[in-house]
Nanobody, 125 residues
Framework: QVQLVESGGGLVQTGASLRLSCTAS????????LGWFRQAPGKEREFVAG????????RYAYSVEGRFTISRDDTENTVYLQMNSLKPEDAAVYYC??????????????????WGQGTQVTVSS
């Protein structure tokens, strides 16, 4: 079992920055990928960014590439999502998820076995 706890959500204005954190505990290992997903009201949950724990290789959704950065801290077992130049369409509940894989972080939510509780991000225009 892997437990994930997110933090860092909040209310910001358009153009502002926010950093989300996700701390993993339990049966973690290097053969995992951590992903960030988001879900806005009435919409499907969508992939935002992911990182392969083994070597830190990342991948992003096209809608956030260049604005968001995912990173990890091995010593703290924590993944961060730095979100810059936030737009109203970035508003959603953001979820951290873990997938047991040796490949790059999957883009599909069904490949993730473990999920955090979510943290709300609101962007005012």
């Amino acid at each position: 079992q892997v437990q994930l706890v997110e933090s860092g959500g909040g209310l910001v204005q358009t153009g502002a920055s926010l950093r989300l954190s996700c701390t993993a505990s339990g049966r973690t290992s290097s053969n995992y990928a951590l992903g960030w997903f988001r879900q806005a009201p009435g919409k499907e949950r969508e992939f935002v960014a992911g990182i392969r724990w083994l070597d830190g290789r990342t991948r992003y959704a096209y809608s956030v590439e260049g604005r968001f950065t995912i990173s990890r801290d091995d010593t703290e077992n924590t993944v961060y999502l730095q979100m810059n130049s936030l737009k109203p369409e970035d508003a959603a509940v953001y979820y951290c998820a873990a997938a047991a894989t040796i490949f790059l972080a999957p883009r599909t939510s069904g490949e993730y076995a473990y999920w955090g509780q979510g943290t709300q991000v609101t962007v005012s225009s």
